[in-house]
Each structure stands twice: as C-alpha cells, then as structure tokens.
C-alpha cells in the first residue's frame, strides 16, 4: 500500500527582502500567499492580475522554492519576459532556472530534448500558417480531390478545421459536423488530407504549432517517466489568462501537476471571449470540479478606472448566468458618467465621433490615448472615410505581422534548410526563387535532392543530460551536408539555371561552415550579400525597407544560441508588427482603431464604443444560443473596461443594408440591462445648415457650443 508525502516549500530562514504587506492589497497578497494546493485567482479587469503573478513568483523563490521548479506559462513571450523581469527587479537580480514563455515556446523546448521518443526528430522544424497552408496543397494535389468538381475547402480552411480538431480534444469527424457541416460529404477526402498531411510532417522533420501542443501532451501520457520527471521538476504552475485556454492547454495542465497539485490559474472569467479560436470556457467554470480542494480567491478592487464606468461595467456583466460573481470597487476618485449617443446614421456617428476627438486634443489628451472599438472591422467603415476627409491621423490594429512579409520568409528558409536538410517547404521556397524553375521543376528537383540524401548518414541526435532531465542545448554540432547534395543534382537543373543554382550551391556550403553556421544573424548577412540583394532588387517594391528589415532582422538574431533557437522564436512570435522595431518618418500620433478581441488587455484614457446595434454588437449569429450570447455580453464588458477616464457608447438609428438602403437599427440588448442613471444621454444637435444625416454637420452637446471643429488647430 502506498501514500502520499507532500514536501513543502522550505523557509531559507533569513528575512524577506519583499514588505508584501505594503506592496499588495489585501485581496492580493492572500493570493499571493496562499498555501500549497490548487489556487483560481480570478483577477477582475484592471485589478493587477500581473502584479499578482509577479509577487507569486517572487514569494514562491523567498520560501525557498528553486527557481527551475517554476513554471510560468503565458499567451505571448512578451508577457512572460515581462513578468521574469519584474521578479528579478523585486529580488535585486536576475532569476536563471526559472522557466518561463508561452504553452508553445515550452512545448517546443521539451520536444527539442524528446521527439524521438515518440518517433519525430529532434531537430524538426516548426512551420508557421503559411507553410503549412502549402503543405496541405502538395497534399491535396497528392490525394488527387478534384476541387473543382467537389468545392473542396482551400489549404487554409483544412489548416483551421484540423486545428480546431486538436485543440478542443474532438475526433476530425466530429469537428466537421459541428464546425463545417457543409464539409460532411467530403469527410472521406479531409480525413484523407489530413493523413497526409501528418505523414508528410513527420518525414520532412516538421511540426506546426499545434503538434507543440498535442505532441508535447502525448510525450507526457504515452511515457510516464517522462511525465515523473516534468512532474517533480515543476513543483508549481503559475498560468496567466486562464480563462482563454482551450482543452489541450487545459489536459496539458493537469497532466503537468501531481499531488499536491501547485497549480495557481489566474483569469478572468468575465473576459473569457474566445470560444471561436478553441478556447474552452468551462476550463475556469470547472476549475474547483478538475480540482477538488481548490481555493477561489477575488481580487476586485480595480485600479485603472473611474467609479463611474465600473459602476457600468458591473451593471453590464450581471445579466450574465454562467459567472463568478464579482464587483469591481474603484481605486480611483470619481469621474464622469458613461454617455450614451442616439445618432442618425453611420455618417453621423462617424462625425460625432471625429468631432469630439478633435475637442478632447484640444483639451491636451494625445491621440494616441484615445481608442474607437467596435464588434467587427466593417462597422469602422464611415469612421474611416469621415477621419481622413477632418484628416485625423488613425492607425487600424491589424495587418500583416513582421515575421509573415515574404521577403523575411525567403531569409529565413535558407536558415531553415541549413539546419534541417530534410525541410521540403524550405528547399522549394529558395529553388523557385531560381530562374527558370517553377512548380513542378522544383518537385523533380526535390526527388533528386531526396534521393541522393538518402545515401548520406543521417545527423546525430543532440545529446541528453541527465542532470538536467534533458533541457540542454538543441543545436546539432555538425552540418547537414545540404551543399554536398545540391552540388550532386546539378545535372537535374535547366540549363539557363545552372549558374544560378552554381551560387546558390556555395552560397548554401558558405552558411554550413562551421564559423557562421551556428551565427543565424551572420547567416541572414551573408545570404543578402551573396544572393538575395539582387533578388529583392529584382522582385519587391520598396527594395530599401525590405533590405534595411533584413539588417534588423539580423542584428535581432544575433542574440540567439544558433539557428534552431532562432528560427523556433522567429515561428512562437504573433506580436511583432512590420513596423516594430525601427523608426520611421511618420512618428506622429494616432487615434487607434480596433476591434475588441484586438484591444483586450489594452488601456486607453477615452474610448468609444460604437454600432451598439443588435445583430451588430451582439453579433446575430452569436446569439442563436445562451452560451453565444453570454459570450457577446462578456465581449462587451471587454470593452467598458478598457477605457480609464471617459467612455463613449454610440448606435446609429439607421444605416445601410445589404440590399441597398437603411434600414432601420435596434439598440442593442445590452444597453437595455443596465439602468439609464448609469449613463448620461447626449442629444446631438446640427449647428450647420446641411441637414441631420449630413456626414459634413457639426453636433454639440452644449447650446452655447459654435466652434466648427475643422476650424481648430490640430
């Protein structure tokens, strides 16, 4: 018979460096202290739910807990760079050991050390979306569904539907019906492509970003000594947005904790608005059902906004059945009342909204502190015409990231196939690139590159420590002898390309050398000087941008290990923007534009939420059922929460239909569960002569109010 030996942490007896008591509100610092077990720590918007994990962390490290016992696991790298960096500001040093980054990061850094336990490589590479949208094209082509015949989903649409699938914890089959029942008489020919698919990953050394996920969670179940070992190494797990983890993340989890089960999950469970990407609501719903003997603790005071618009905000959310219960109390001293708008049409709440903009910049508020949010992209659609006709400089939260433009991917397969010859998507990338060689040129080309490296021994496994439990380093020690390979098939290549593929050749064999291949940053540099300048030159608009993104690119890299460290962060980063990291001319304010899924976890001083129509915001087709309309509510909560000072809420009586016409618009629902003493009404009132619905007409809210707003300065 067996039993359980709990240990728990030990005092390092001296005096804590940390006057906790000073630093925390009451409600945070019994979060911060609570003793071992299964902790929910339901941190209300704006309540300091990273100054909690923050001083978690640190608390767990001054009772003696080791740093790589800790596990910190959040959304984006960011957040969690962010978070180890404040522990090390409160300790007065840097905190090495303490393991920290997005399900995905460490999901990539175990399987790094043990792929080959469950039959992959452990030098795979991770294909990002749109390689794998490629790879799903070869396997369409290769299943030989005739898509026109049968209206076969495209690449992307597969990509999403198998996500979904693995995300959630349902069969393909399952996920179809219920995503894309349209898809049901295809599920033979998807089921197929997804074979494929797998097969194709496993053979060319590639893994997308959910088998970081699955393939991590079947290392874990399959191998229970793996799982002992990951077990006793993280003796507490601190998890950040736990309301947006989907059924993989959260069977990851409890897979992760043994007995006592130190898992602190810290949420929101109002702000849980993405069921649509995966994310699994009842995760936090059910958290004291997965773990029995769990502790709830509320942290509600809220430091970011007024009385006012909390007082609107708890209001808002209380309609809401499935819920914690929470009430958000102000830090802050009174402001003024929410306002509510009636308007016209679209044009003249785009006007209103342009007007009263101008007036807050006026009054000294930056732009850039002001933010408009709405449902969905479209509904900004007059706002937009009407800033640019007042030129009002905006920025819109979307767009191509960083990382995606082409002229970064080209770069980064050359880096892709020195480290991992067998990496087909990367091989066809840069041989298209050639003159002379297309589609299918680059398959044959492929077949010979394949067949004469099947003839080379493969590269040796990185080597295990056992002191560590296998968290070494991951770059391979000797070259992939992919220039040995390319030099044997020039024979293959079409004559008009064969002094092309010449230099490519020895530019492949110059990157493998042992001095620059394990420098991803010297790499990228000696591609742009040896080929790809002339390419670009050849091939892009703005060659300049594109080559100055490169030297940034390169210097970025220069901070990395080797290739296989770079090119992993290169596919985990979702955040960085093509903009972000170097300066341009245009460094002048702007009025931000977003959607509110874009904006959750932002701040704004001001903002307005507009198109409160329903079928607009809430979204008719949320709203079939309770859970999408709960969901939608919480959305909307999302957005009340984000504004500090001032909060605008807009709905047009009228706007355009899709047969063409208004039609005329309903409030929505949610302004109708709050009581009208929350809020105070503004009549807009035209001061020109151009007619109500004029999108050129200037409204007030004062009758002494006569200033055209296109007469101030700006």
Known sequence: MSREYHLHPVSTGAALRIPYEQELNPQ?????????????????????????????VAWLLEHGVPAD?????????????????????????????????????????????????????????????????????????????????????????????????????????????????????????????????????????????????????????????LREVYQRRFQHLLVDEYQDTNALQGELLDTLTAPPHNLMAVGDDAQSIYSWRGANFANILDFPKRHPGARVFKIETNYRS???????????????????????????????????????????????????????????RRLD?????????????????????????????????FFEQAHIKDVAAYLKLVTNGADELAFKRLVRM????????ADKLWEAYTSNRAALPPPPSPTVSDEDGGMGGTEPEVPQGVAESLAAIIAKVPKKTTAAWAQFTATIAQCEA???????????????????????????????????DLEQLAAYAGQFAGPSDFLAQLALQTELEAAEGRKTEDDEERLRL??????????????????????????????DSI??????????????TRAKDELYLSHPLLRFAQGGGNALQRPSRFLSEFSADLVEEWNLRPTSHHGMFSPTNDFTNSPEADQDPEDMPF
């Open 28 to 56: 945070q610092l019994a979060a911060v202290t609570a003793g071992p077990g299964p902790n929910l720590v339901l941190a209300g918007a704006g309540a300091g739910k990273t100054r909690t994990l923050t001083y978690r």
């Open 306 to 364: 007024t009385p006012e618009i909390l007082a609107l905000a708890n209001a808002a959310i209380r309609a809401n059945t499935r819920q914690y219960p929470k009430e958000l109390q102000a830090a802050r001293p009174s402001g003024s009342r929410p306002v509510r708008i009636l308007c016209g049409d679209a044009s003249e709440q785009a006007a209103f909204v342009a007007q009263r903009t101008l007036e807050l910049r006026e009054e000294g």
């Open 594 to 623: 977003s959607t509110v899924h874009q904006a959750k976890g932002l701040e704004f001083g001001v903002v307005f939420v507009i198109m409160l129509c329903d079928g607009l915001f809430p979204s008719q087709r949320a709203v």
């Open 69 to 225: 016992r800790i596990l910190l696991l959040t959304f984006t790298n960011r957040s969690a760079r962010e978070m180890m960096q404040r522990v090390g500001d409160l300790l007065g040093g840097e905190t090495p050991g303490l393991w920290g980054g997005t399900f995905h990061s460490i999901g990539n850094r175990i399987l790094r050390r043990h792929a080959d336990r469950i039959g992959h490589r452990a030098d795979f590479t991770i294909v990002d979306r749109e390689d794998a949208r490629d790879l799903l094209g070869h396997c369409i082509t290769e299943a030989e569904v005739d898509v026109k015949a049968t209206r076969f989903p495209k690449p992307e649409v597969l990509g999403d539907l198998f996500s979904m699938a693995v995300n959630t914890r349902r069969p393909l089959i399952e996920s179809i019906a219920a995503t894309h029942p349209s898809f049901v008489p295809l599920t033979e020919p998807i089921v197929a492509v997804q074979q494929r698919y797998v097969a194709r990953k496993r053979a060319n050394g590639l893994m997308d970003f959910d088998d970081l996920l699955a393939l991590w969670l079947r290392l874990m179940t399959d191998h229970a000594d």
């Open 627 to 640: 859970d999408g309309e709960e969901e939608e509510r919480r959305l909307f909560y999302v957005a009340l």
């Open 514 to 548: 042992t001095e620059v291949r394990r420098s991803p940053g010297r790499i990228i540099r000696l591609v742009v000087e040896a080929d790809y300048e002339a390419y670009i030159n050849a091939t892009y608009e703005n060659p300049k941008n594109r080559l100055d």
């Open 434 to 441: 050639l003159p002379g060689i297309g589609g299918k040129g």
């Open 369 to 401: 502190d002001i933010c408009v949010l709405y449902r969905s992209h479209f509904h900004a659609l007059e706002l937009q015409l009407e800033l640019t006709r007042r030129n009002i400089p905006f920025s819109i939260t979307s767009g191509l990231r």
